[in-house]
């Protein structure tokens, strides 16, 4: 068990809809990452927050938005939903945002879009 | 932009034997952090081994060990001793250190079979 949580575990829905992920980060860690699994793109970053604020973005879609809030907890939110959106959303999170520190994983969640 | 290549889409390794999967990646940077993560069925990512460009001395954990080669670009993965529950996907990534980039970029990963 890597500290960090992930809502809901599995989430299927249909195309036009809008999801919202959420992550909890292990005790103490201040910086988020989003990534995204999916068998075309493999693992790719989406964007990272540090203690409420972006930090960095990736390959992250206009559709998708994320934030980072005072507890520390961050959501994603994914809008007008396509079939290729189906993947594996993974948060991590690390201590402190920096180049040193490891980034600790949580379980995924499994959105399947129909 | 940083790229990680795994050339090895799938390998198998006898229970007890060892095993070696490759990495390479392309950068301009000289400093740089480099990480293998394993992702069992479970599909959870968790963390093998990290390597600190900076540092000659290749990392070891346990029964995992890299070899870097820094000038080569190659950072290769070895399974000593593979016990059953080592059956996984295996990622290869790559952290920049300059500020502001410390996503992971990952490889497109070896599915490693460990045969009883």
């Known amino acids: 068990d890597s500290g960090v949580t992930q809502t809901p575990k599995h989430l299927i829905t249909a195309t036009g809809q809008r999801v919202t992920l959420r992550c909890s980060p292990r005790?103490?860690?201040?910086?988020v990452y989003w990534y995204q699994q999916s068998l075309d793109q493999g693992l790719q970053f989406l964007i990272q927050?540090?203690?409420?604020?972006?930090?960095a973005k990736g390959n992250i879609l206009e559709r998708f938005s994320a934030q980072q809030f005072p507890d520390l907890h961050s959501e994603l939110n994914l809008s007008s939903l396509e079939l290729g959106d189906s993947a594996l959303y993974f948060c991590?999170?690390?201590?402190?945002?920096?180049?040193?520190?490891?980034?600790?994983f949580g379980p995924g969640t499994r959105l399947t879009v129909l | 932009a940083q790229t990680v290549t795994q050339s090895q889409p799938e390998m198998s390794v006898q229970e007890a034997e060892t095993v070696t999967l490759s990495c390479t990646y392309d950068?301009?940077?000289?400093?740089?952090?480099l990480f293998w993560y394993k992702q069992p069925p479970s599909r959870q990512m968790i963390l093998v081994i990290r390597?600190?460009?900076?540092?000659?001395q290749n990392a070891t954990e346990n029964r995992f060990s890299v070899n870097f080669q820094k000038a080569a670009k190659s950072f290769s993965l070895k399974i000593s001793d593979s016990q059953l529950g080592d059956a996984a996907m295996y990622f290869c990534?790559?952290?920049?250190?300059?500020?502001?980039?410390?996503?992971?970029?990952f490889g497109k990963g070896t599915k490693l079979s460990v045969i009883p």
């Open positions: 991590a999170s690390s201590a402190a945002g920096q180049p040193t520190d490891t980034q600790y």
């Open positions: 005790s103490g860690d201040l910086s």
């Open positions: 927050y540090y203690n409420g604020e972006e930090r």
């Open positions: 950068t301009s940077e000289s400093d740089y952090y």
């Open positions: 390597q600190e460009a900076y540092k000659q």
């Open positions: 990534a790559y952290r920049s250190s300059v500020t502001g980039s410390y996503q992971l970029t």
